[in-house]
């Protein structure tokens, strides 16, 4: 249900509501046990945005572990061959641990420690949040659990392997499609049975309020970096912003703060998988509906029955059937325009990035690339596109060499 | 009189024993003739799954109950058909249909209410679906259907939402009597008895208790305490481990037993 052209930026801004609502969607949507310490994380939340001591800790954690701010890469080479439009990488692979998770772990993770909370867990996809997840457990202290289903275990198993390293336990889920959707669902469980001393830090914009909004909150820095540094590169703001949308959080995080910017187009890319037509795809945004899953409402792959329908793609971390619910909402909006790109053009993209600039990207990130490809060319010159270059592409080169008959 | 306040009115001073089993499960031709044979055994009030994909606040008991049904095929629709002909035998025992909001949401309010109006279900327990979220368009419809609207209560659920929750419920309130999914732990009964002081003090409704109840010595020290006494998670596993040709004898003993125990 479009509510085009009614779009007020200001209030844009100011959502979710104090329910967690944009327009229809988003919400609370859980069973009742977590109702209350979801009202409490809200509560610290809230407090820790106004809490100097709070913010300058987090802003050195920032700097000093994660190393930001990322650098505004151009890739000129690339541009060249494409022909069309200056095109800007941010790189958040270059964030320690290799991706923009570990911005939301840091902020999530001293907002454990604020809350007095002793053990973290988290569900992981393609394994970037889970390791950073581990990460942010080590550095602080914590216990660490983290749910992975059983599918994205075989085709992570390095990163699987760092989390191990890192002091956290992996804990393998069997259940339903045993992806992204079951780790997230067995982490609801965890967290509904030990309330009290496990703080759930989900990896995206997803969930029941306060999530979208806090995991949004704490990957603007990505958008805030990209304002300034592309002013002192090229002297003016990019024209075109483009990122991937799995859950949605680094795109939202580059998205965020231009949004008042109704001249800059955004375009956020799901994964098409085998293709939209084939049904084997994780794009709910191109090609699902409202719908209701993991505590908020939002699009959604699910079938005539209200069941959640099994997605595919080549990347994990894009591998699932429902999307932030800002997302939804700046979809109905028009504000941003959700396209999707297949599995085959994202690894063209994975190739020529890493043969054109000598950068390996995460096979989520092919996505964004893979639609940069498609646009740059027939944008002017004086154009500047910005592809969030959301993570690294180590952990995929297993994928990778598989497909194309390679045993490492 | 609706179903479930007859029910509780006839019921007087005994304890309701509600028995929860998931449609389709463990095929969907054995759901009604268990429906039977469980009011037979005792059963005052039955709680009908909805299979869902996701169940996020179920344990694996009912997460693998929930696979097989949709295996074979259960939907939404099929549920309530399921009720409808129970209803052909059974024209008294109040049905609550128990799910997630999604299978509901993509049917469509109106659609629902007056499909569950026709098959004749007395009460709806939707898991993840808190009375904040109660839009006014879902409101009306299950309002003008005289369908109890069921919510849960929890450990975690403070003095003012109890308060709020039992303002918007019908039929009867449901504490779920530990922190975790369904078939974790074993509750605590010390504690169970404060907290259904604490809740009577805001509701004169009926409060049912799940969650934790396991047997017969389980059921008989809650029903001590509550109105009603939910058996999911036990008798959903005992569908697992029984042979189908033996279930329509070995669940309603199963169920007398409890019944028995929490009647003595």
């Not at chain 1, 991706?99 to 992981?124: F, P």
């Not at chain 1, 024209?239 to 795109?251: F, Q, R």
């Amino acid at each position: 249900m479009p509510i085009s052209n009614l779009l007020n930026i200001k209030n844009t801004r100011k959502l979710p509501d104090e329910h967690g609502h944009f327009g229809i969607y988003g919400g609370i949507f859980v069973a009742e046990t977590l109702m209350q310490p979801l009202k409490e994380l809200q509560i610290a939340y809230e407090e820790s945005l106004t809490d100097s001591d709070f913010l300058a800790e987090l802003n050195h954690d920032l700097h000093y572990f994660v190393g930001r701010p990322s650098p505004l890469y151009h890739a000129k080479r690339w541009s060249q061959q494409l022909g069309g439009a200056k095109i800007y990488l941010k790189r958040e692979d270059l964030n320690h641990t290799g991706a923009h998770k570990i911005n939301n772990a840091v902020g999530q993770a001293l907002l454990a420690k604020r809350m007095g909370k002793t053990r973290l867990i988290a569900e992981t996809g393609a394994g970037q949040h889970g390791v950073a997840t581990a990460t942010v457990a080590a550095r602080f202290g914590m216990k660490c659990t983290v749910y992975m289903g059983s599918e994205d275990i075989k085709r992570q198993s390095i990163n699987v392997y760092r989390m191990r390293l890192l002091g956290a336990e992996v804990r393998a889920v069997e259940s339903g499609s045993k992806t992204l959707k079951d780790a997230l669902n067995e982490a609801m469980r965890d967290w509904v049975a030990n309330v009290d001393d496990t703080f759930y830090i989900i990896g995206t914009v997803a969930g029941p309020h306060p999530y979208p909004a806090m995991v949004r909150d704490f990957q603007a820095v990505i958008g805030r970096e990209t304002r300034q540094q592309t002013k002192v590169l090229a002297g003016h703001l990019p024209n075109v912003l483009i990122a991937c949308v799995g859950g949605g959080s680094n795109a939202i995080g580059l998205f965020y703060p231009f949004l008042d910017n109704t001249d800059i187009t955004m375009y956020g890319v799901e994964a098409a998988g085998e293709g939209l037509k084939t049904g084997r795809h994780a794009a709910p945004l191109n090609a699902g509906k409202p719908g209701i899953l993991h505590g908020n409402r939002t699009y959604l792959m699910t079938d005539d029955d209200g069941q959640i329908i099994e997605t595919h793609s080549i990347s994990a971390g894009l591998d699932y059937p429902g999307v932030g619910p800002e997302h939804a909402w700046l979809k109905d909006t028009g504000r941003v325009e959700y396209v999707a790109v297949t599995d085959d053009e994202a690894l063209t993209a994975f190739h020529d990035l890493t043969r054109i600039e000598g950068i390996m990207p995460a096979l989520e990130s092919s996505h964004a690339l893979a639609y940069c490809k498609k646009i740059a060319p027939n944008l002017d010159k004086k154009q500047i596109i910005v592809v969030n270059l959301s993570g690294r592409g180590d952990k995929d080169i297993h994928t990778v060499a598989n497909l194309e008959g390679i045993t490492i | 009189m609706s179903r479930l306040r007859n029910c509780f009115k006839k019921l007087k001073n005994r304890t309701a024993l509600i028995p929860f089993i998931t449609a389709g499960d463990p095929t969907p031709e054995l759901t009604v003739p268990l429906m039977h044979a469980l009011v037979e055994a005792g059963a005052n009030i039955i709680e009908l799954g909805i299979p869902f994909s996701d169940p996020m606040a179920d344990g694996p008991v009912i997460q693998r109950a929930s696979e097989r049904a949709l295996g074979q095929g259960m939907t939404l629709v099929k549920v309530l058909q399921m009720v409808k002909e129970f209803r052909i035998k059974d024209n008294d025992t109040p049905v609550v249909l128990m799910g997630y909001l999604n299978p509901i949401e993509i049917m469509g309010y109106k659609k629902f209410a007056q499909e569950a109006e026709n098959a004749e279900v007395d009460g709806i327990l939707r898991v993840d679906f808190p009375p904040e979220e109660i839009t006014t368009e879902s409101r009306t419809f299950i309002r003008a259907n005289a369908m109890s609207p069921i919510f849960l209560l929890s450990p975690t659920t403070t003095p003012e939402r109890i308060k709020y929750i039992c303002s918007k419920a019908n039929g009867y309130v449901y504490y779920v009597a530990v922190k975790g999914v369904t078939g974790s732990a074993d509750l605590d009964i010390d504690s169970l008895t404060d907290k259904m002081a604490e809740i009577r003090k805001y509701t004169k409704l009926p409060i049912g208790v799940g969650f934790g109840i396991k047997d017969a010595k389980s059921a008989a020290k809650v029903a001590k305490v509550s109105d009603a006494v939910i058996v999911g998670s036990a008798l959903v596993g005992l569908i697992e481990t029984t042979p189908q040709e033996q279930l329509l004898e070995k669940m309603p003993a199963f169920l007398k037993e409890i019944r028995l125990a929490m009647d003595s």
